[in-house]
Antibody, heavy 116, light 110 residues
């Protein structure tokens, strides 16, 4: 079945780094744009980053620009988010989602906690 | 870009209809037919309920409908059921590969 599974979350100190992964299955990954969306505890959804099917177009929210890097490996059906210089305000559940005019498929999310 | 504006909460009794508004600008909601709505139950991932303003994905009840007028999109849920109690988020494409979510609306079924 169509599925996205995130991994890589955890507890990290301010200023630290973390790499999130999202494994896709059940569809032709290379045909779709993909995104990372986050949700801070008790808060709403925030569109963090976005990558085109080929990887040639990339977007970052201002809140993460210069610190986060999105990438994908179509041969491995995988999406990544490299997060550097992490701050307390980056604490959130991070979801990967497939974009096809809307976010039609979501992963279960992975929790990232930035705290000393 | 600023978040789309949604009411913080709405409520209704079983069987009633409710409407959740989502107000943006001429740069997002008003410019693109790419407004989508998501339902999120506590501790769960969001689920797509409406896309392209008014289309329902396969498997979504026809009690859910969407519309748009100018810079405001709306989600209507008819025949409210207890399981509809959840948070609802709108989202709009905003051009240049960017997008923006609404702040979310908590629906309480009384």
């Amino acid at each position: 079945q169509v599925q996205l599974v995130e991994s890589g979350g955890g507890l990290v100190k301010p200023g630290g780094s973390l790499r999130l992964s999202c494994a896709a299955s059940g569809f032709t990954f290379s045909d779709y744009y993909m995104s990372w969306i986050r949700q801070a505890p008790g808060k709403g959804l925030e569109w963090v980053s976005y990558i085109s099917s080929s990887g040639s177009t990339i977007y970052y929210a201002d809140s993460v620009k210069g610190r986060f890097t999105i990438s994908r490996d179509n041969a491995k059906n995988s999406l990544y988010l490299q997060m550097n210089s992490l701050r307390a305000e980056d604490t959130a559940v991070y979801y990967c989602a497939r974009w096809y005019g809307a976010f039609d498929i979501w992963g279960q999310g992975t929790m990232v906690t930035v705290s000393s | 870009q600023s978040a789309l504006t949604q009411p913080a909460s709405v409520s209704g009794s079983p069987g009633q209809s409710i409407t959740i508004s989502c107000t943006g600008t001429s740069s997002d909601v008003g410019s693109y037919n790419l407004v989508s709505w998501y339902q999120q139950h506590p501790g769960k991932a969001p689920k797509l309920m409406i896309y392209e303003g008014s289309k329902r994905p396969s498997g979504v009840s026809n009690r859910f409908s969407g519309s748009k007028s100018g810079n405001t999109a709306s989600l209507t849920i008819s025949g409210l059921q207890a399981e509809d109690e959840a948070d609802y988020y709108c989202c709009s494409y905003a051009g240049s590969s960017t997008g923006v979510f609404g702040g979310g609306t908590k629906l309480t079924v009384l």
